[in-house]
């Protein structure tokens, strides 16, 4: 019989209805403590696969922390390299834990990140340095992860049951275009609603699309609506979910939490689907 890893207990994690009709899933159960270990499992069995990526190379990504988290812990247990470049803003309990698996931090200007990140990134592998990009951006992997195994989760746990709305915060948009792909194909009437960051503001882990950046696995075609929120409004369900849901998760939960109450507000009878992407722990210096 294979001997089972800590990779074995990525997903399968529990769905909770944390208010009447509005139901989330708990991300920061996987052991990596977010919704990232999913994707970079995938992308790394993908890019083994393909002969890409051997024992012994160096990763390197551009993360806001949770995909750093998860490529770490891979990494550690696979036995690579990983290098993360990483806004200036993140979270000093994600980076110690990065270092704690082994992986190396560059911290980038902040308005610098991602874009120009990404570009710098294939100009040094055009200059034949030796390095994999898995780009959670650009990589199918990303949302094929939640097509496949998240959302099926999310029906399973359901029983069945009818969904009317799937609220997601958006990064690099694998979540809301894989688990929405998945939900809408089972759920005709379905409404797909997109929470980003107001323009100038910060919650970490997303991002505005008004930024100018489209990442390209995003399926903007599925989203019916986007909605604009200001930090300190997640900032604030995120405390209320703690305080008085008993769930410990990360400003991106509260975003989630927060614009599924406005739907439910508006559609007091829709039963409404989220994601709460990881563990608030990370996040306690604030
Ligand atoms: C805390 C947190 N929430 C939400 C997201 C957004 O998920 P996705 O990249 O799948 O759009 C991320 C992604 O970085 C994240 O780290």
């Given at each position: 019989m294979?001997?089972k890893?800590?990779?074995?207990?990525?997903?399968?994690?529990p769905?909770?209805?944390?208010e009447e009709?509005?139901?989330?899933?708990?991300?920061?159960?996987?052991?990596g403590?977010s919704?990232?270990d999913r994707?970079v499992?995938?992308?790394?069995?993908?890019a083994e696969k393909?002969?890409?990526?051997?024992?012994?190379d160096t990763i390197?990504?551009p993360?806001?922390g949770?995909?750093?988290?998860?490529?770490?812990?891979v990494?550690?247990?696979?036995?690579y390299?990983?290098?993360l470049?990483?806004?200036?803003?993140?979270?000093?309990?994600?980076?110690?834990?990065?270092?704690?698996f082994?992986?190396?931090v560059i911290l980038?200007?902040?308005i610098?990140?991602?874009?120009?990140?990404?570009v710098d990134?294939k100009e040094?592998?055009?200059?034949?340095?030796k390095i994999?990009?898995l780009?959670q951006y650009?990589n199918?992997?990303?949302?094929?992860?939640?097509?496949q195994?998240?959302?099926?989760e999310?029906?399973r746990?359901?029983k069945?049951r009818?969904?009317d709305?799937f609220?997601?915060?958006?990064?690099?948009?694998g979540t809301?275009t894989g688990?929405?792909?998945?939900?809408?194909?089972?759920?005709k009437?379905l409404?797909?609603?997109?929470v980003?960051?107001?323009?100038?503001?910060?919650?970490?882990?997303l991002r505005?699309?008004?930024e100018?950046?489209?990442?390209?696995?995003?399926d903007?075609?599925?989203?019916d609506?986007?909605?604009?929120?200001e930090?300190?409004?997640?900032?604030?369900?995120?405390d209320?979910l703690?305080?008085?849901?008993?769930i410990l998760a990360?400003p991106s939960?509260?975003?989630a939490l927060?614009?599924?109450?406005e739907i439910?507000k508006?559609?007091?009878?829709?039963?409404i689907v989220?994601?709460?992407?990881?563990?608030?722990?990370?996040?306690?210096?604030y």
């Open positions: 294979k001997t890893t800590i990779l074995d207990s990525i997903g399968n994690t769905l909770i209805e944390v009709n509005i139901f989330a899933k708990i991300e920061g159960f996987n052991p403590g919704i990232k994707i499992l995938n992308m790394i069995l993908e393909k002969g890409i990526l051997k024992k012994g390197v990504e993360t806001s949770n995909t750093g988290v998860a490529l770490a812990m990494g550690a247990m696979k036995g390299n990983v290098s470049l990483m806004p200036e803003t993140t979270s000093p309990e994600k980076i110690k834990m990065i270092k704690a082994g992986g190396e980038i200007e902040s610098r990140f991602r874009k120009d990140v990404i990134i040094r592998i055009k200059q034949g340095e994999v990009f780009n650009e199918p992997m990303n949302p094929l992860a939640h097509y195994k998240t959302a099926q999310i029906l746990q359901l069945g009818k969904i709305f609220v997601a915060g958006m990064g690099t948009g809301i688990i929405g792909r998945k939900l809408k194909q089972k759920h009437d409404k797909i609603i997109g980003q960051p107001k323009a100038g503001e910060t919650i970490e882990g505005s699309l008004k100018g950046f489209v990442p390209p696995i995003l903007l075609d599925l989203i609506e986007i909605y604009d929120l930090s300190i409004k997640a900032e604030e369900a995120r209320d703690a305080k008085n849901k008993g990360g939960s509260g975003a927060y614009i599924s109450r439910a508006n559609n007091p009878k829709a039963r989220t994601v709460f992407p990881d563990r608030g722990e990370r996040y306690l210096y």
